[in-house]
């Protein structure tokens, strides 16, 4: 070994993959927060919403398409403060909570949602583009610890 530490925050690659890291879930927050302004995600989302415990009752006082656009904005700008956070570190703080509130219910969907899981060929499966949030989870607490 060269004597570096474990972890280098001050190594170029470090930085390469922090960066390359947050634009990246910046630019899936802001993506997946647009798509979620079409009735088409309104009503992908509608069973994971209505199924969980803490978001069960928003389709009594809203409508699918006004929950999905609050989810939307909500997801907007968590990636707003994830790209203004290059410049402004105060904001890090807010975008890393943000991911983790978010990622955290979306994850829990896992295990609220009636059907979610499926058996193929013997292999469990369930809805993998919500396990991308496992990864954005972690990026999240990485964000609140390296509050610099």
Known sequence: MNGASPLNVE???YKSGYYISLFGAALILLWIGIFKFTPTEAAAIKPLVE???LT???YKIASAQTVSNAIGVIEIIIALLLV???K???LKKYAGIGMIVTFLVTLSYLFTTPGIWKIVDGVPITDFFI?????LLGFGLMIVQNNK
């Open 131 to 135: 396990l991308k949030d496992l990864m």
């Open 11 to 13: 190594s170029g690659t």
């Open 84 to 86: 203004f956070s290059v």
């Open 56 to 58: 069960f009752f928003v």
């Open 88 to 90: 402004f570190a105060s």
């Open 51 to 53: 199924n969980h415990f």
